[in-house]
């Protein structure tokens, strides 16, 4: 049997890979990046924690995965057959927790206040270390 011919019986048996899902449903820009996602062990199907990218993925199950700064919890509707527009790639899941409607954080004010630094508490400037070097007595 030939490469096509084994993507199709998959199709056909009701299941398809999980990374090929999550970029035919436009989760992930890439299928590569899929993969990766799915390798992270941070994935769940109906509960159990994946960490293969090719694992069965069927209709009616339950994937749940951190997206950005949100969990995404999805029912899977349909197995698509290619990545297509998005209005196309929205009828394959079911949102069962839209993210809050409220912007995310910005990356800026996530940083925690330990890892800011006064301002001139890093590295001398050229001007400082001359001025240090004022201060010594002799060449060392």
Sequence with gaps: MTAGGERGAAAEDGWVRLDKWLFQARFCKSRGLAS?????????????FVAKPHHKLR???VLTFPLGPHIRVVKVLALGSRRGPASEARLLYDDLKPPE?????????RIPPAAERAAGSGRPTK?????????RPGDL
Excluded: M, N, Y
Aim: hydrophobic share 25%; with cysteine.
């Design 127 to 135: 001007r400082e270390r001359r001025l240090t070097d004022q201060l």
């Design 101 to 109: 409607s409220q912007p995310p954080i910005p990356k800026a004010e």
């Design 36 to 48: 990766k996602l799915c390798e992270s062990g941070r994935l769940r199907i109906d509960g159990a």
């Design 59 to 61: 209709i009616g199950s």
